[in-house]
């Protein structure tokens, strides 16, 4: 259906406005009901409670009877309303058509007349889309309520009504611009009472400024029992009260009110704070009547859909609270209601002191024209409304006050360490005073009053701007600071992991060297096992074969032999028998195709054993050769082996013979060794002594060069044993021999060299030795020949 079809939506005769998309602002509703955590099924309960409303003004009624009494039309309209709040069909109608009043013990049901019926009707769509706002604002809190439970604040916007004056202003109109009253001062008493009252004190000069009250209009909502929420109360209770009496009520007691002016037939004037509004109190009773009766209630609370429930249950705990004000009975009602107004009061002083316990702050709106076109300014207008809301004392207000306002302990502690001087030991006061002198802000700027500094507006912006410079510094050399110390932590803790990541690799890497060392072994024992098998398998292979060739030589000799006699024994008896003949032609063509075969194969084998026999000389060949070679080497080692014996055999036999004659001549010579001594003196003892030592070193160095040279002798020709043996196949060994053997004799060669220069280093000692003692003999016969010439004389 189009919005033209709801009779609800078309009394304003306007459907759409321009530039507004209703699909787009439809998605942006959704999307918003997802942010706060509205689930599907919610938001579908939510829309059907909208499209019960749209349809409950498509309701009609039918006469029944003389008496003007209606029911219900079943309808399209009546079945959707039944289906989307989840009712029976016959309750709806019981409860928009009839009314349940209880006299005494009993119930009596009362048929409801068009009007009636009617304002049934409109009560309970009222009351389901305000119940429903009223849902729809508790579970927005709920969701917003996260972060108050965490940090117990939280920041509330209130969108006020803002006062409306049209050509004809009725009940909404009536509580909207109270509303405002009471918001305006609200604001009043917070931009001018308390801010004047602050000043003042706190002991500082100021030059009160002068404000509008609206003390007075409020007085004329408010006051009991003579004002207009009172009255309108009061005349609600009268089952006979109708507008014209509450006109003709208002004018007589209110008359003498400066803010109450009368007018003729139903209306009067109320000069609010922003101008003077005229209201018609035609509906003023029946609006203010509370039309939702208990029959609607439980009708809500017997719906299967829990939205209707979650309603009746709200307003059922609503009306069962103490009542406090007028109480009116409604066509003897079975309990005790408030009055829309009363409601609408008591909800306007909820709000006003939850605002008292928060931090407020304004936002004023001003509306350029009264077409809601854009580009139009109409001046009148504009400075009408600043007028009205106090926008102008405020811009007053700011700029003869101080907007800017710090304790002395709070102004000390924020800004007494950018002073040059310590002041530390005073108190805050003098060291707010000395900030105050050193940034050279003007007296007339600031004030200081008993517990506070007043600053005029963009004057604390100079301190902090200096204190935030500073601050910044602070916080550069902080950071070079703590970055140094982070990067020396890093170092350590960068050289603490890389010393244990080297511990830790070098062991992973041990243990996997380890587990790779045995795996080798491993493979050489099993590639050792595996070679040696297959070798094995190898050699029993050419076995086999070699004898199931001999077999099958032998066997074809022994068959060939045969074969030759039966052939001489068939020739003998060929004459006999034809038949025999015959068989032993094709035994015998059998056996010379076999015989071929045999010679074939043999044939193959013999080449084989040529190849075989080709390859064992060429092993043979070179196995001489090495053969030779050894022997040649042997002969050579023999040879100098010899030479060295030989050396060795001539120094042993002259060191022999020269300690013989040593002995004889210390025998011969023994008579004769104190006159020797005598003569020659202790030069003599010290030579003989000299000669006696070497010679005993030079022994010892001999028989050590025989006895190395017996060891290395002994080595060198067991290691080439070795190589020979393992050259022949006679012992297994993992080496190669041809390489062992030139490493052999290079070291032999080497060795060699070596032991030729200590040998020929020996003799030249010997020599040197031998010379000495030559010319100690050359003494001595000199000294016979003396001894012996005196002896003669």
Known sequence: MSAKEYKYLRQSSCYSINGVDDAEQFRIVVEALDIVHVSKEDQESVFAMLAAVLWLGNVSFTVIDNENHVEPVADEGLITVAKLIGCDIGELKLALSTRKMRVGNDTIVQNLTLSQATDTRDALAKSIYACLFEWLVEQINKSLAVGKRRTGRSISILDIYGFESFDRNSFEQFCINYANERLQQHFNRHLFKLEQEEYIQDGIDWAKVDFEDNKDCLNLFEKKPLGLLSLLDEESTFPNGTDLTFANKLKQH???NPCFRGERDKSFTVSHYAGEVIYDTTGFLEKNRDLLHLDSIELLSSCSCHLPQIF??????QSNKPVVGPLYKAGGADSQKLSVATKFKGQLFQLMQRLESTT???????????????????QGLVLQQLRCCGVLEVVRISRSGFPTRMSHQKFA?????????SVASQDPLSVSVAILHQFNILPEMYQVGYTKLFFRAGQIGMLEDTRNRTLHGILRVQSCFRGHQARLCLKELRRGIV???????????????????QRHRAAVVIQRQIKSRVARQKLKNIKYSSIMIQSVIRGWLVRRCSGDICLLKSVESKGNDSDEVLVKASFLAELQRRVLKAEAALREKEEENDILHQRLQQYES???????????MEEVWQKQMRSLQSSLSIAKKSLAIDDSERNSDASVNASDEVEYSWDTGSNCKGQESNGVRPMSAGLSVISRLAEEFDQRSQVFGDD??????????????????DKELRRLKQ??????KDYGSRLRETKVILNKLGSEEGAIDRVKKKWWGRRNSTRIN
């Open 360 to 378: 407020p702050h304004f936002i004023r709106c001003i509306k350029p024209n009264n077409f809601q076109s854009p580009g139009l300014y109409e």
């Open 747 to 752: 070291m032999f060669e080497a060795w060699k």
């Open 413 to 421: 502690r924020r800004y007494g360490f950018l002073l040059l001087e």
């Open 312 to 317: 009746a249950s709200n307003m059922l705990s």
């Open 622 to 632: 070179r196995w001489s050769e090495y053969e030779q070679k050894m022997k040649s």
């Open 720 to 737: 080439a044993k070795f190589l020979v043996e393992v050259k022949s196949g006679q012992v297994e060994a993992s080496l190669n021999p």
């Open 499 to 517: 010393a244990l990541q080297s511990f830790i690799r070098g062991e992973k890497i041990r243990k996997e060297y380890a587990l790779v060392l």
């Open 254 to 256: 209110l008359n003498s």
